[in-house]
């Protein structure tokens, strides 16, 4: 019998508007699993609770912590690495590959990730899958996160019927990207360090040492060696300008890091990048391994050629290969060749050029493009090598040798101890 509504009775509020709920549920074996879940509501979260083949034991909504028990936030704490997306990228790609569905699998991939904001997102995702929402779409709100590549590869995926083999070539993608930055940051790694090391060593000498000696020379008198009035003349400005170096090293990266991704410091510092000794031929080869991997995998994943074009000229981390991306753009849209226009830019070597050639001719551009990137991979990985065991040494002798004119700077006055007291 319904129970009827006294008149100016309050209708009844829903329990929960949505957000977080921690829940208590027992597994099929009947072991006792707690943990949280992002949900509309708290039905919602039952509901998917027992999706998952759980018994749901108690729902309650999280609420926001407050005062001593909020959750810090370091700067930069919230980004999700392009390792963690690797990691969850072949993850997926093993799970659907085994038959899991897509809720199962991303429910698993936001409960184990080590990354908060990519488990956050992955429920969230989860969420909109559930209520019939495809998956690129889901994935297409949180650019911030997945790449451009990544979503427009899945749509790919969908709409041909192979989502499975596109995730596999997804993982691989961003292994492969992973691999490249690890080989590069290894090799500058070393140089760095000493580097650093070295400016340690000299601003300590500069501010503890040297004022000792130049006391001990001031009261000696006489006219002292121009090594060593250089010396003196360091320690004093170092002095009293350490708090605005400092203040200024703590304050350029941070600035940097906001401007350097702008489209006008681009187009001048990226075209500076290639143009480096030793290190410009580093950052061609890293480019062009960059740009025919993820052309190679999107065209491989079914996605159209100009979008792939669009998407590859953005994500090649350099404006000069950007600029010829749009060329062959355009070209293609008029219903040239793709190759034909990268002849016209420096940075593709004619070997490039001719192979894509040839892939075009064959209708096997795609393998073409990643055996070029694998042979790339593999000069990254050589000239790094190279570098690093030219760069050891030259910063050996260059750290030695600074340290060591400043000790002779720093005892040629004493050399000529008893002409000063003479």
Do not use: C
């Not at 083949?53 to 810090?72: D, F, H, N, R, W």
């Amino acid at each position: 019998m319904a129970t009827a509504t006294k008149p100016g009775a309050k209708p009844a509020t829903p329990k929960s508007l949505g957000g977080t709920f921690a829940y208590t549920a027992r597994d099929r074996s009947g072991k006792m699993v707690k943990g949280t879940l992002e949900a509309p509501s708290q039905d919602a979260a039952v509901q998917r609770l027992v999706g998952t083949g759980v018994t749901p034991v108690s729902v309650t909504a999280v609420k926001a912590s407050t005062g001593l028990q909020m959750e810090i936030n370091l700067p930069g704490s919230n980004r999700v690495k392009l390792k963690d997306l690797a990691l969850m990228s072949r993850q997926f790609a093993t799970m659907v590959s085994s038959g899991l569905t897509l809720l199962k699998a991303l429910s698993i991939l936001s409960e184990q990730t080590e990354s908060k904001r990519l488990a956050q997102v992955l429920a969230e995702v989860r969420a909109e899958v559930e209520t019939g929402t495809s998956l690129s779409t889901a994935l297409l709100k949180h650019t911030d996160v997945f790449p451009p590549l990544m979503i427009n590869m899945i749509k790919a995926g969908e709409v041909g019927g192979f989502l499975d083999r596109v995730l596999v070539q997804i993982a691989e993608n961003f292994e492969a990207e992973v691999k490249l930055r690890a080989k590069v940051k290894s090799a500058m790694t070393y140089p760095v360090v000493v580097f650093v090391i070295a400016i340690v060593s000299v601003a300590a000498m500069l501010l503890f040492i040297v004022p000792i000696f130049a006391k001990m020379f001031s009261d000696m008198g006489g006219t002292l060696p121009l090594p060593t009035q250089i010396l003196m003349w360091l320690s004093t400005a170092l002095r009293y300008s350490g708090p605005f170096i400092v203040v200024t090293a703590i304050v350029v990266p941070i600035v940097w890091n906001k401007i350097k991704d702008k489209r006008k410091v681009r187009e001048v510092v990226d075209p500076l990048k290639l143009k480096m000794p030793i290190f410009g031929l580093l950052a061609q080869k890293i480019a062009l391994s960059r740009f025919t991997r993820n052309l190679g995998t999107m065209l491989r994943s079914g996605v159209p050629i100009l979008q792939s074009l669009e998407i590859v000229g953005n994500a090649a981390g350099n404006v000069v290969v950007e600029r010829a991306t749009l060329a062959v753009m355009e070209s293609v849209r008029s219903g040239n060749s793709l190759a034909g226009p990268l002849a016209e830019h420096k940075i593709f070597p004619p070997m490039v050029v001719q192979m894509m050639s040839v892939g075009e001719d064959t209708g096997a551009l795609d393998s073409m493009l990643h055996k070029i990137s694998d042979f790339y991979d593999q000069e990254v990985e050589a000239t790094t090598e190279a570098l690093t065991s030219l760069i050891e040494p030259l910063m050996i002798a260059f750290l030695g040798g600074i340290i060591g004119a400043m000790i002779v700077a720093m005892y040629m006055p004493i050399f000529g101890v008893f002409e000063l007291i003479e």
